[in-house]
């Protein structure tokens, strides 16, 4: 049933969609996890379905569930993950000196990590206000493989089976699983009488002669095949045949690759979403995203994000009821809050004013809607000049950003002789990106700090 049918116009602007992501990060550390929810902060992204994390076990993800959970202005995250097995031996995965405060650095949590993992992340207000009911633990289907981790989710009317699936490279190994591990999946699904929303990376395209491109002699090439082995799998599955890909049913001929090679000779769209068919009217997946979120994600990863919006069915459970009041007043931009000098400077400055304050009520109110209104903005605003004046030093950064997104848009298009100059470009344009951050990264660490100066996070 379509979204017009359930709402009127007038609701369906009121009311908020539920917009979730899946992103393969190719490996979380501490350092980006800050650009990634940074990203997803920009994409207004609900739940993120992350794959290839590359955690091995539930004592090293402490330190980065932290991370993600302490995002400032309630902006925080619960994960729930799923691990590839590695070789770490079992007395280090249970050591009764590693606790849940324990916080770990990049080397030691490098040094067993393994390439797969999948987790889901929420953020921790839809949770806690009741927007977002979860219903039951986090389920997977087959072995700890770090390949598959489900959810059962509700959300404004829907009763969703949520999961997160990262398929295996090789075909052979990817039709057993779709036999053995998704099937089981869908089936307890359709049981539950729960609608599908399955997102991640999947290895594999339906149709090659749209979803991938190659070099073949330095030329740009679209493969003319319209099937391949694992596609002609899922085909001939019932359980998987009446999913439906979002992606494709709402762009029917576009070019979209999620995934390109970093040496820039390949890409594919091996990212997507697939929903029940009776889901998918109600589900809207973006062929582009913002301009700034694709920046951050083509260099973090070698993949970027793919994002769907989902409508509500009834308006009574919605997030509407936690949404900001049409008339209040917008918000301080508290942007200089990230250096923090800056930051410092905004506090001691805070702590003389207060030191100011009258003692009657009447004064004090007097006060506090002089200070609200004029002082207290003028400050802000003085602050925030010194700190876009200061990230100038940045231009550099940013017009790679750009160029490498203009370059993946490239990538996308339709003109063979644009696609084939931008492969070639890509790793050149990557490589002299992450000298030029590796040296902004030095710059802020030289950034002098007294020991009781709090450390708010610079996003990239």
Known sequence: MPLNALLLPGDVARCPTLRFGTHNVRGLTLDNIPRFTQMWDELHLGIVFI????IPSVVHSVPFANKFSRRPHGRGWTVFWRYKTTSISASTASSSTATPSEELDDSTISAGRSR??????????????????????AASVGPEDGRVISLNIDWAGHKLSM?????????PERAQFLQDRLVPLAASAVAARRQLVWGGDFNFVHNPSLDRLTTVGGEAMVPT????????????????????????????????????????????????????????TQVVCPSNLLRSALRRCVNDSDHTVVVCHLAPLSLEHSSASSSRPPNAPPRLNISFMKDPCLSREFEEWLDLRLASLPTTDEAVKRWWLK??????????????????????????????????????????????????????????????????????????????????????????
Not at 51 to 54: D, F, I, K, N, R
Not at 163 to 171: E, K, S
């Open 163 to 171: 999961a997160c699936l990262y398929l295996p490279n090789h075909a």
């Open 116 to 137: 797969g993992g999948v987790a889901i992340a929420i953020r921790t207000s839809l949770i806690r206000d009741g927007t977002v009911r979860l219903v039951g633990d």
């Open 225 to 280: 095949a319209t099937t391949e082995a694992t596609a002609n799998v899922w085909a001939a599955l019932p359980a998987l045949a009446t999913l439906v890909d979002v992606f494709r049913l709402q762009h029917p001929t576009s070019r979209h690759m999620t995934w390109l090679q970093p040496n820039g000779h390949c890409g594919s769209r091996l990212d997507r979403f697939y929903t029940s068919d009776t889901l998918s």
């Open 51 to 54: 794959q290839e994390h590359w």
């Open 371 to 460: 200070f609200k209104s004029k002082t207290l903005k003028w400050k802000i605003r003085s602050l925030n000049r010194d700190f876009f004046f200061k990230n100038q030093h940045r231009a550099s950064v940013e017009a790679l950003r750009d160029t490498l997104a203009t370059l993946t848009s490239q990538v996308n298009g339709n003109d063979t002789v644009s696609i084939r100059a931008a492969l070639a470009e890509i790793p050149h344009v990557r490589a002299e990106l992450g000298r030029l951050e590796r040296e902004l990264e030095a710059f802020y660490q030289t950034k002098t700090r007294t020991p009781d100066t709090p450390r708010y996070p610079i996003d990239l």
